[in-house]
Each structure stands twice: as structure tokens, then as C-alpha cells.
């Protein structure tokens, strides 16, 4: 096998990741939960040859900017050690959607990179294998080759070999939905792991965010299995809360969010006062996540696309794991 497709999709964490315990190995200083989102995906194809003189992008049919070449590139030398090999590839690699509101597209992409790129070497990594892999382009790409509701461990061994990602329930376990409200376009001006490392060095909150994550996780692990919503939607608005306090106080404070993101927030929550169960989630960006069950989603959409400065919606249910594609 020289060459293969795969399609991973995107996630959204309900207890955030924000803060590494190496930044060389990209292991998490404490573990997340999150959900994968079906319709949110990239679709990978890497193809190995002897006629390259270094490795090929494009992203979404285009020539890719040299900063991400070289950050694939990077992450597939991993690939052809592990597998012996010192052949470049071509990789293509698109995503379903619009790359341009800012949503983070990193975490579909190393994990559909992760498998397309390690069947296409030859390789037979399992899922564990897969996640520890992904994680080395991005913490929150080691969840997305998992369906379902997932769950990231921290792990504390120097190598990483327990820093990787576990499904805790599948897709078809809750008809949960999550209405993203695109706030904004173009790039995000800070990035995760500029943000994170801002907090860690300067935020005096950070040590207090880290201590929120482990008790969050069982919460909404507990909650999960229970599809209890109001018990997730109190421990993910905290921890998102939590995990935005630390970056905002640090030095330069890294703040997300614009007006109309704070604006969303108490809408939701004037939403939920109303009667109808939803809670938010805002990850390094300015979009607004919206969790609510399948029988609510078509007023939650509606209430969004409603409110002034929305520019869209996006909606999604629970995905699948990542998977290989036939030619
Ligand atoms: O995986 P990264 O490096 O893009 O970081 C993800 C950070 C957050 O999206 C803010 C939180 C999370 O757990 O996904």
C-alpha cells in the first residue's frame, strides 16, 4: 500500500483542553471529554512515491501555504520512521466545511492525516496507536479518531504512550446536537497552542483551571451516560468559563471572544430560563457552540439564525470514528 484515503470528524469539547505538559511530545497537562460531530470532516488522501523531492499539499484543491506544508511534513516524518520508509508523499486534503469561519479544522485533519498517512506506509496502527499518533499534530485531533462521545487521557508517562483518547459512549448513545453560531470570518488571530502557552506562562488563574478538569471529567462522563442535560450543561458552560477566566487574566490576557459572543452567551441562557434546554461552549475562537436534544434543535437554529450579527449556522449530531475510504 503506497496510497490511502481516510475521513475523520471535527469535535467539540464539553471539558476543555488548555495547557500542555510538553509542548515537544504535545501531551496535555489534564484530559478533556468531548463529541465528535458528523458533517464536520476532512477527507485525507496521502500518497507515497519515488518521484517526489519533498512532500505536496494542497488544501481544498489549492497549493498549500508553506507554514502548512511544513507542518504536515513534520508530522509525516513521524509516519516514515515508524514505518521505515524515505519516500515524500502527496497529500490532499479538503474539508466539508467552510474552512474560512475560523472553525478549527486541525483536529479533523491530523486524525484523518493520522490514518491516511500511516495505511498509506504500510502501517497497521490500532485506534490507540492512531490517537497517540494524531495527537502529535494536534491535542484535540487525538479524540477525533473516535465517534461518539470521547474521552482524553492526560496520561503522566514521559513518552506519551498514555496521553490518548477512548470513546466513553457511541454516536447512537444520545441524540445530542450542537448549532454552531459562526460570529465571524476569516482565521483566528491567536492560535491554541500560542493561547495556551500565554496562560500557562503569565495567567495566576492557570494552576485554578487545571484543578477544575479532573473533577469536570467525571461529572460529565457521569452525566453522559446518564443523558442527564442539565447535569452536562452545568459542568460544560464550567468548564468553558473556567478555562477562558485563566487565558483572559493572562499577560497579554488572551481573549476569544467579540460583543457578539457574550451577547450569545446570555441569550442562551435567557433561552434556558425560557424553558428550552440548551448550554453553550466557545473554544479559541468567537463562535458560540449550541448543545440541545434532537426534538429541540429546529427552534434552537431558528433563535440563532434570528439574533442580529449571526453570519450562519452549522448543526451537527454525534459522528462516526475516523475511518479508511475505498478508492
Ligand atoms: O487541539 P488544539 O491544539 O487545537 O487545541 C484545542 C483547544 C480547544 O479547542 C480550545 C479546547 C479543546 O479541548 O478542544
Redo the contacts with the bound molecule.
Keep these: 500500500m503506497t496510497k490511502a484515503t481516510a475521513r475523520a470528524h471535527s469535535n467539540i469539547?464539553l471539558v476543555?483542553?488548555?495547557g500542555k505538559r510538553d509542548i515537544q511530545l504535545n501531551l496535555p497537562a489534564r484530559g478533556?471529554v468531548?463529541m465528535t460531530l458528523e458533517g464536520l470532516s476532512t477527507e485525507t488522501t496521502v500518497e507515497f512515491g519515488d518521484d517526489l523531492s519533498r512532500d505536496e499539499l494542497k488544501l481544498n484543491e489549492e497549493v498549500a501555504h508553506e507554514a502548512d506544508r511544513e507542518r504536515i511534513s513534520g508530522f509525516l516524518d513521524l509516519i516514515r520512521a515508524e514505518a521505515g520508509i524515505e519516500q515524500f508523499a502527496r497529500i490532499q486534503s479538503s474539508n466539508n466545511f467552510p474552512t474560512a469561519a475560523g472553525l478549527?479544522s486541525?483536529?479533523s485533519g491530523f486524525a484523518a492525516l493520522a490514518l491516511a498517512g500511516s495505511t498509506a506506509a504500510g502501517l497497521d496502527l490500532s485506534k490507540r496507536e492512531l490517537s497517540i499518533l494524531a495527537r502529535r499534530g494536534?491535542?484535540?485531533?487525538a479524540r477525533s479518531i473516535f465517534g461518539g462521545f470521547v474521552r482524553m487521557h492526560a496520561g503522566n508517562q514521559n513518552d506519551g504512550l498514555d496521553a490518548y483518547a477512548e470513546p466513553i459512549e457511541v454516536a447512537e448513545h444520545w441524540d445530542l446536537r450542537c448549532v454552531v453560531a459562526v460570529t465571524a470570518r476569516g482565521p483566528k488571530k491567536v492560535g491554541?497552542?500560542l493561547g495556551m502557552n500565554t496562560t500557562e506562562r503569565t495567567s495566576p488563574y492557570y494552576r485554578a483551571w487545571l484543578d477544575t478538569v479532573n473533577p469536570h471529567i467525571e461529572e460529565s462522563i457521569h452525566a453522559i451516560r446518564k443523558r442527564d442535560f442539565e447535569h452536562l450543561a452545568d459542568v460544560a458552560e464550567a468548564s468553558c468559563l473556567a478555562?477562558h477566566a485563566s487565558a483572559i487574566a493572562a499577560r497579554p490576557g488572551v481573549l476569544y471572544w467579540r460583543g457578539i459572543t457574550v451577547g450569545l452567551i446570555h441569550f442562551v441562557r435567557e433561552l434556558r430560563a425560557s424553558g428550552l434546554p440548551v448550554f453553550f461552549t466557545i473554544?479559541?475562537g468567537p463562535h458560540v457552540k449550541v448543545f440541545c436534544e434532537g426534538d429541540a434543535v429546529s427552534e434552537v437554529r431558528k433563535n440563532l439564525q434570528d439574533f442580529d450579527g449571526v453570519i450562519d449556522t452549522i448543526t451537527a449530531k454525534p459522528g462516526g470514528s475516523a475511518e479508511l475510504i475505498e478508492e
Excluded at 138 to 141: L, R, V, Y
Design positions: 469539547a476543555k483542553y488548555w478533556s468531548s478549527a486541525s483536529a494536534s491535542g484535540s485531533a491554541s497552542t478555562m473554544d479559541a
